[in-house]
């Protein structure tokens, strides 16, 4: 059985997040996949995504993967990452396409009128590179991670949540925009930890390791014993 | 506080093996990649470039390995260039462990080859390199600051930058910022941008190319050519606006180290990651 499942529908390099995951879990069974029931067998899921959201979703369910997606959110730990938290949401900007509606809210693109910074300067579009991520609740994902802890980003939506108690994190470019987002057994960033050194791996190897047990979600089996 | 510039070296390889002198302290074996990156990444570095600099299409299957043994051990977005024709080049190189893809002569050759790699890939991964040369007057290679407007207006135009391919070897008559607009609109995701007048001569970027690339295009520029101290890389933050900045025999042969080279910018009140 596959220890943790990461998600392939066919965008993007999903090998980064593999080999990351192996290296901080080393004893894990970490599998590539396109196959529903192969997420649906395995403890834990990864969900990546690069590219455009519309191009995700349509590839997500031209795979048949959406239930699949949809279950594991609900009832074992799971983890979104860039387009994969974005997909999570009600609906994007981009090219006015519906998500998955798994968390209430919508994804924006960066204003082209509000980047600027303080001196005036123009700030580019994706948001790339390394920037500070700012924990606003504790949770076993930031253990170990500083508060404030830079990683890396390259995006040019960010998500909305229309709950903020959803939120986990935040950055500023120029202004605040949500980069971390939990809700019971899903945490969900739209910085890239595969890509982010040593608070990156960390927060693998937290994710490696972590038995949610939120109310009203199923726990799961690997921490019922 | 925001994002950080980044500090990028970069390594030349062919034969599965880092050319160009790099001389590292207490680092005997000099030539291995996947050492050089996990130094650098040790270092701090925000991002590695790797250019294959390999003539010949024989040897070209070496650099996925090497790509493949770097991207087992260094989390930090790793880039290749050199040589890259076409989109299943780039799905190669993605799978053996690229986060980027650089693409120089094949984008003049064939710019489709940027749309389709963008589309298929998504922009975040496709960076476009340009080699520009100024073709308006003589070059002053030494040339540091930005020319007064008198004196431009002296010599009788605004600058004027020309795209070259082949590592600098061929003209090809197309105008480089008019070129990275095109690049930008195809989908690429960001500009790896080489002053060719200044590659090699350690005298600093041509800030006057980086200010106009960076003040036009959306996207990230990366500023490449002429690094020869710490205050070149400043200078092309600061005055170039550069989003990133490239550098490779500073770091190879020790006289800095990425380390020393972030902390130097630092305390020039830039924004790095340290």
């Known amino acids: 059985m596959t220890d943790i499942a990461v998600i392939d529908y066919g965008m993007g390099n999903l090998r980064s997040v593999s080999k990351a995951i192996e290296h901080v879990a080393p004893q894990l069974r970490v599998t ?91 700030l580019k579009v994706p948001h790339m590179g390394w920037n500070e991520v700012h924990q606003t609740m504790p949770h076993p994902l930031w253990e170990g991670i500083a508060s404030g802890s830079r990683f890396y980003f390259v995006h040019s939506y960010f998500v909305e949540p229309a709950n903020p108690q959803l939120i986990a994190g935040y950055s500023l470019y120029p202004f605040s925009f949500t980069c971390a987002v939990a809700s019971g057994s899903i945490f969900a960033v739209q910085f890239h930890p595969e890509k982010s050194q040593a608070a990156g791996l960390r927060l693998l190897a937290n994710f490696a390791a972590w038995q949610p047990a939120a109310a009203g979600m199923r726990v799961p089996a690997d921490a019922m014993r | 506080m925001g994002l950080a510039k980044r500090i990028i070296p970069c390594l030349d390889v062919t034969a599965g093996r880092v050319v160009k002198g790099v001389n590292f302290v207490g680092l005997r074996d000099a030539g291995d990649p996947v050492e050089i990156a996990r130094r ?90 340009i080699d520009a040369k100024r073709v308006d007057r003589k070059t002053d290679a030494k ?91 400043v200078d092309g933050i600061t005055k170039g606006r550069a989003d990133a900045v490239l550098a490779a025999s500073i770091f190879h042969y020790g006289e800095y180290t990425v380390r020393q080279a972030k902390e130097y910018m630092a305390r020039c009140g830039i924004e790095v990651r340290i």
């Open chain 2, 40 to 129: 650098y990444d040790e270092q701090g570095a925000d991002e590695l470039t790797f250019l294959d600099i390999t003539a010949s299409s024989d040897g070209r299957d070496l650099i996925l390995h090497t790509i493949e043994g770097v991207a087992a051990q260094v989390f930090i977005p790793l880039t290749v260039g050199g040589g890259v024709r076409t989109v299943e080049d780039v799905r190669r190189l993605l799978n053996a462990g690229a986060d980027k893809v650089s693409i120089n002569t094949a984008a003049v050759q064939n710019p489709q080859l940027v749309a389709d790699a963008s589309a298929r890939y998504g922009s975040q991964c496709i960076v476009v390199a």
């Open chain 1, 32 to 122: 590539v996949t396109s196959d529903p029931e192969v997420v649906s067998g395995a403890g834990r899921v990864v969900f990546p995504g690069q590219g455009a959201m519309p191009d995700c979703m349509r590839e997500m369910d031209a795979r048949g993967l959406r239930k699949a997606v949809v279950a594991a959110a609900r009832e074992k730990p799971f983890l979104g990452i860039c387009i994969g938290l974005q997909m999570l949401f009600d609906n994007s900007e981009e090219g006015d396409v519906a998500g998955l509606g798994l968390l209430p809210g919508k994804v924006r693109r960066f204003p082209h009128e509000a980047m600027v910074d303080a001196r005036g300067e123009k």
């Open chain 2, 143 to 233: 040339r540091v600051d930005f020319p007064a407007d008198a004196e431009r207006a002296a010599h009788g135009a605004a600058p004027r930058w020309e795209v070259f391919t082949h590592g600098g070897r061929r003209a090809t008559g197309i105008d480089a910022l008019e070129w990275g607009r095109r690049m930008e609109a195809l989908g690429a995701g960001e500009i790896l941008l080489t002053s060719m007048d200044r590659d090699g001569t350690r005298n600093g970027f041509d800030l006057e190319l980086t200010r106009a690339f960076s003040g036009m295009l959306d996207i990230p520029v990366i500023a490449s050519g002429g690094v020869g101290n710490l205050d070149h890389m």
